[in-house]
Structures are given as C-alpha cells and as structure tokens.
C-alpha cells in the first residue's frame, strides 16, 4: 500500500470508531437502562483511549512524511492537509494531560449536578478550579504561533478563529441588541400556548415528514436533553422532548433537523475520510439555528407548524402561533431564551472564559462576575447560582472556548439566509407552503458538501461572498422591536 | 505493571470492545434505520479487526511467558489458562482466513437469503461450498493433538466436546426419541390458541416482571428473531416477537431471560476478564431451554402464565394454555418444533455437517441426504428446499459445529431440572404460584457463577454430579407419550 493507501485506511478505522463512540452515546443517553451506566463509561472510555493511540500514532507521521511535496489532487491535497494538522494538534496535548481532563471533566459534571441541584456554588468550585487549571494547560499546548490559550482552546471547535474576532463581534453585538430589547419585549412580547404534548408529537412528526425525515434512513427519538447524531450520512438520529403547554418540541426539532441535514448532505466521495464531517462548531450551529430561526420561527411557516398542529387535534391561529415562538423576554435561562436576547447570554459567557482562562477572573469571583455582566447586557437580576453561573453543564465538564459558536451560529445563519433569499428570490411563498427543496440545495450546495475542506471562516465567505458580520442577524431581529 | 496486570488491562478492553460489538449489533436489528446497514457493517469488521489484532498481539504471548509457572491465586491461575487457550487458538487462524471466513459468511448469508427465497438450492450451493472448504481449513487449524477438524470447530463453541460424545449421545437419543413421537402425537396433539398480540404483551410484560425484569437494567424489545444480549451485567437486553394467534411470544421470551440471567449471575469478581462469560453454546443453550421447557412448558406455571394472560384480557384455563404450549406435532421446521421432536432435528444437521466437513458428503447432494434424514428421523417428507436445508442461516454465515449445542442444551437443562428437584423438593408448588427465586439462586450458584472457569463437561458434573446423558431429557419428554 501506498503511503496515502495507508493513511486513508487509517482514516476510515478512526471515522468507524467515531461513530461506534457516538452510538455508544446516543444509546446512553436515549436507550440504556440507567444501571448501565458505570460500565458503559469504562466502555467509552477504551474507545476513546484506542481512538488516541490510532490517530496520534507515530506511523502516521511518517505516511505524512512521505506525502510531504508529493503532486496530489484538490481533494487528497486537502485530506492531507487536514490529517496533519490533525494529527499535530493532538499529538500537542501529552497521554497524561488528556487523561487528567478526562477524568476532571466527568469528575467535574458529576459534581456540578449535585452541586447545582443543591445551589451550592463553593461545593462545586473546587472541580470548576481544576477544569479551567487544566484547560489553561490545554490551551497552551494547543495554542499555535502567535496564540492565546484561549485560541488554542477555540481551535477545537472552531479552527481558524481568533480572539480579535469574536471581540469585534460581539462588541459590536452587545452595542446594538440591548437598545432593541426593550422595544421588543413590548411589541413582540412572550405569549405561552397550551399545547398538550399530543398535539406537539403529532406537529413534529409531519413537519419532519415534509422535509423528507423518513424511517428508512433516520430516527427521532425522545431524550432529557434534545441532541442529534449519525452514525453514517444514512443513519441520522434526532432526538427532541415534549413538555405539556410549550411549543419548544418544534423549534428544538426543526435545529436538530439542521445539525442532521448537514452531515447527510456532504460530499459522497468525503465519506469515511477525515473531511466527511461537518466543518465546526459554529458552522454546525448555523445549520441548526437556521432552521430553527429562519424557517421555524418564520411568520410564513407558521402556516405550516398551525396546519400540522391542527391535524394533531390543536386548532391555532398561524399569526398566534407565530406570535409564540418569537416572543421576547429577558430571562436568565439560556438555553429556553428568545432569539433576540439569545446572543446576549453568550457574550456574557465568552467575556467570562476568557477572563477565567488568561488568570484575570477567580473561580471564587465568578458568581459576583456572572451577576455584574447579566445585569449589564440583559438588565435581569441573578436570583441563584443555580440558575446564574451553574446554569449549564459545559465548563463542568471542561468545554472552554465551545460557547460562543452557539451566537456566532445566529450570526452565519442569518447571513446565510440573506443571502440565499438574494439568490433565489423571498422564500416567504416557499415556506408558506412547506416546499423546502430549494433552501435544502443551496444549503447543500454551499454548505454542507464541502465537509471540512473549508474552515469556518472561508466558508462563510465562500457561501456568501462576504466575511463573518453582525448586520445580517440585527436586520434578522430588529423588526421584533418594530424596527 | 506486572505482567499479571498488563494482562490483566488488555482482557477488560477486550470485553469492553466485545461490549461495544454486541452493543453496534442490538442497535443494528432493533434500532437502526435500514439504510444504516452498509455503514454498520463496516463499523463492524473495523471493531472485529481491531479486536482480532488486540487479542493476538505478540505481547499478551510474553505476559504469559513471564507467568509461566508463577505461583497464583486460583481465580488467577485460570485466568492465565483461558487467556492463554484463546490466545493461542486465536492465533491458529492466519489473518488472510480469517478474513476470508468473514467476508464468504457475509457473502453467503445475503446468497442464502436471495436462494431461500426463491427456492433455489442451486444459487446457494456455490456459496455453501465455499463455506465449506474454509470451515475445514479452519478446523484443521483449530484441530488439537488428535482431534478431527469438525472437533477443531466444535472447539469454537463448545470446548473440550469430542465428537465421539456427540455420537453417543445422539445415537441414544436417535434410538428412544422416534418411538415415542406417534404415541405423543395422539396423547399430546398440537393444539393451536389464537391469543391476540396485545394478550401476549401482556402475560411477556407480567411474566418476566415476576422473574425480576425491571427497566433499571434490562430493556425488552421486539426483533424479527428473538436474541439477548448483554453489554454488562447489569444492562440486559432482551428481545422477542409477536405473531398474533400464536403463544411462541411465551415460551421465546421465558428462553431468551435464561440467557440474559446466566450472564447477570456470573461472579461479580469475574466481571471485565476473560472468565466473565457464559462458558459455552451449550451451556448457554441449557439456560435458555431451562426456563423454556421446565418453567414455561409445565403444568405448574401454565396457572401463571394464563393470569397473566387473564390480566391482558384473554381468558384461558392453564390446562389449555399448557397443551397449547407441549403439544407435538412432527414437522419440516426446526425453530417451531416442539420439545420431543427438535433434537431429532439438530441430529439430522449434526450428521449432515460432520459428514460436510470431513469430505464424505458433497455439496450437490445435500438435498438428498436431508430429505432422507428427515424420513427416516421424522418420517417427515421434505417438500421444497426452502423449509429443508436451506431453513437455517447457520451454514450459510460459516458456522459449522454450533448446532449440536441446541439438543445439547436441551439435555443439560433436563440434567439440571432433576437435580435441581431432588435437592430443593419438588418445584410444582413454587412454579404454580410463580416464585422462582429458588430456581434462579440454585442456578446462579451451581451454574451462573463460574463464568468460563468450567467448560462443559466439567461444569455439567460439577453441578449435577453425573456425567452429560440423555436419560434425564427421556425422562421429561416421556410423559407426553403418556409414558
């Protein structure tokens, strides 16, 4: 076998045990009975552990020697490309390191659950202490020429990123929403709707079905936390949750729809290679928030969502409907706010990462920290840690640097939509209608064909002509402030 | 680390990978969307070469070196002995066979499912023979000192069988069996009871929630063939089916919990090494067939099998549902046969395959000798090939020297069941009123324990103070000719 043969065996072995990882998840979280649990962590663990050895192994240094200023196609010269910084990038963090922030991250979420169920911030700070001790370390093996840690720890998530750009953005993100806010919340106000759980699955189940959501190559399934995974382009796993008197099933389903389309629709000839994947975080976030935003939470879908929730046995208005699922309201939950103040949450949790990684930001001072910032960008009081700085699990479990493609996918979302809503004319007729053909090519097109041949940013440019920019996401939220 | 532990670390992920490849299976026939199959099979042999490559490595041969005659506990010892027989079995299979083995299985099941379905022995029988011919490589490879090849195979199942017990026994069972079939005909007919689906998943829900199935750590599903598995002690996984007008539901799910309860009561020190299995298809076989001829066939339990039915809204009388669940009937299909005539069914594949094996018997004239078997074991005529010797999937995958475990498992569970009654009295009044903790400690302790310390043979004296025989299976079958 050539040198390349043997890397791209190689590859194939590390995409096959992604997806065995990632089953081994889903059912996890989805199918196993709960007494399961400690033995499939010893599980998981060996496959992550083997996983390691495989894609840090020294031969596969030496296979990229040999290809070193070897005459390639595009495509392999990318594959290539990709492997080696692969291949540097985990080679960079030593066995014992990854280990410890291993173990610290599951330490740490075990900790955080008790912990936060019990408001007891100084209970969970020790662990909290350690994963961002640890992360620092990280970051500083990561980080490449010129980099922060911090960087260093972007990079896992969103390669090419830097710090400077997530400053202008959300600087300027956190100058033009705040003024919105208020207006918004009297024009476009928070409006509950009743509907029984029944009526949710029954609206689910037929707007998945419109978009092409078959049982021959997809599942949708409940789980405590919606999440979506392959296991192949032909084997995509939904997951969503139903709560009596909420319409949150159908926008959760519709983002996890697009975290699904976008791996189903890469490139062919990528799949069981290292580019057959989504490209980054924020790139898979735009993808989701997409159809969550842009299709969901459209006045002219709601036509559809009101149709399908009717033949559910739940007859609404599409204007009151609608009305529903845009409403604002300054909360301090990120996970269930309105799309408006949904940025500002991660703007606050992107200043104080990166203040916790440089050393600027004590563990002991975060909660005072978290209060002073909600108050500044949301005007909202912190009643409790609980629902205040132990909100979510990620930092728990030692993901920095991971929130902010959660805003930076509004943004690329909402530059995506203009722009294809320029190249093929308003969708408003399409939506209404529930044809979604034309917004499932482009996408595929534009976005998810080319796997992880571009990075996050020459992808935005390369899909939409322009580079990564606000304007599209405050021209996206500025008419719920009558704007 | 010590040799011991090195050992040690590398069986545990072992199991954990064995863990994972059971896991990829139970999604593959109870989960996964069908499109889902061609990526899952490769996910597969991935895990199965990595597997085969981490079991055979060099250094597991110079951990056992260095512990060759190393004083050891006893549990240590023959941790070290089965490590190093399946070390070195292992490794009497080239790679190139092995591969050949997998990929001739794989072919020649999707041969045999085309064939069967049209009846066409002749598409099947190049496929068939080249299974053949690599099983016979494959137990001249397994073969040890003086062992024919066909015993080099049964070794893969059943370890330490010798072919000349398979005849003996059978033999036996060949010359008492046929003579009581006619009479069993007429004394215990077959007798059909046309329970809907929704009774039936109601008396399996209430049957095995009597014999400790509960959510926390087992999950029951539907599948098109019953199976269990397991990815841990405590996270069992059953299956089973429902046909309506039919009570197989029954008696498969009663056979499918003796599988998953054998693994759950293995000891718990046990757990993640090589020792923490069932010890062979046999035995395995004589847990399932256990719960499914001796607990849910007899007249005792049929009282609570028919209120649990009575619960799920179909009233029978248990003398009823007892003969619907006994009654003998002689016919072509093995996997329906009824409990005096299937091991007349295993004897005629077990001549088949041995005479296949060792070169006596061709491929093209299979039909032939299966259809004079079948007369003159049964008395049955063989109508088309589909429901003759293309009804098992067994060869077809490759796996010759499996089947004899079926009649096998049917005589140790009888063994079992005698002298499980002498020691503990008469078992009527606790089957009648569904108390079977007696039952499942007894076993737990006389069989479930050892995991793979004891093979067979040895397990079957240690547990019942005689050696394997027939007579106790005679013994049970005898009262359906009213003997």
Wanted: hydrophobic residues 45%.
């Amino acid at each position: 076998m050539s040198a390349l043969e043997k890397l791209r065996a190689r590859l194939a072995e590390l995409v096959d045990l992604s997806a065995i990882a990632r089953l081994a998840e889903w059912d996890q979280l989805v199918m196993m009975p709960s007494a399961g649990g400690p033995a499939r962590a010893r599980q998981a663990a060996t496959l992550a552990r083997l996983r390691h050895e495989r894609s840090t192994a020294d031969e596969i240094g030496s296979w990229l020697a040999d290809l070193d200023g070897q005459p390639l196609e595009p495509l392999e010269a990318d594959l290539v490309r990709i492997a080696r910084r692969d291949w540097e990038r985990a080679r960079r963090v030593p066995a014992e390191l990854a280990a410890e922030l291993a173990q610290a991250g599951a330490e740490g979420q075990e900790c955080w659950q008790r912990a936060r169920a019990e408001d007891d911030f100084a209970a969970f700070a020790p662990a909290l202490q350690r994963n961002v001790e640890l992360a620092r370390q990280q970051g500083e093996c990561l980080a490449e020429e010129g980099q922060s840690p911090y960087e260093g720890l972007l990079g896992e998530f969103d390669y090419g990123l830097r710090e400077s750009d997530l400053r202008r953005l959300f600087a300027s993100l956190a100058r033009e929403l705040p003024p919105l806010v208020a207006d918004a919340e009297q024009r476009s106000p928070r409006r509950p709707l009743a509907v029984g759980v029944a009526a949710q699955e029954a609206a689910v189940r037929g707007v998945l079905a419109r978009l092409g959501v078959e049982s021959e190559s997809w599942r949708v399934d409940v789980s405590a936390h919606p999440f979506t995974t392959w296991m192949s382009p032909r084997d995509t796993r939904l997951t969503t949750r139903y709560r009596d008197g909420d319409v949150e099933s159908l926008l959760s389903s519709l983002h996890e729809y697009g975290h699904g389309l976008y791996e189903r629709q890469i490139d062919r000839r990528l799949a069981r290679t290292n580019l057959g994947a989504g490209t980054s975080m924020s790139i898979h976030e735009s993808q989701s928030k997409l159809w969550e935003n842009h299709v969901a939470r459209s006045g002219a879908f709601a036509h559809v969502l009101a149709e399908e929730m009717g033949a559910g046995g739940f007859a609404v208005e599409p204007s009151e409907l609608h009305a529903s699922l845009v409403g604002v309201e300054r909360s301090l939950i990120r996970v269930s706010a309105d799309p408006l103040t949904y940025p500002l949450h991660i703007i606050l949790r992107f200043e104080l990462e990166l203040a916790l990684i440089a050393g600027e930001l004590e563990v002991p001072d975060l909660p005072a920290a978290w209060a002073e910032q909600m108050w500044a960008l949301l005007g909202v009081e912190v009643t409790s840690d609980a629902v205040g700085c132990m909100q979510d699990v990620h930092w728990s479990a030692g993901a920095f640097g991971y929130f902010p493609s959660y805003a930076l996918g509004c943004l690329i979302a909402a530059q995506l939509w203009e722009r294809m809503s320029e190249e093929i004319g308003p969708l408003e007729e399409q939506l209404r209608h529930g044809e979604l053909r034309l917004i499932q090519e482009w996408l595929g097109e534009r976005v998810h064909r080319h796997g992880r041949r571009l990075d996050t940013l020459p992808l935005v440019e390369s899909a939409t002509g322009t580079s990564l920019d606000v304007e599209p996401f405050v021209r996206y939220v500025a008419p719920l402030a009558g704007r």
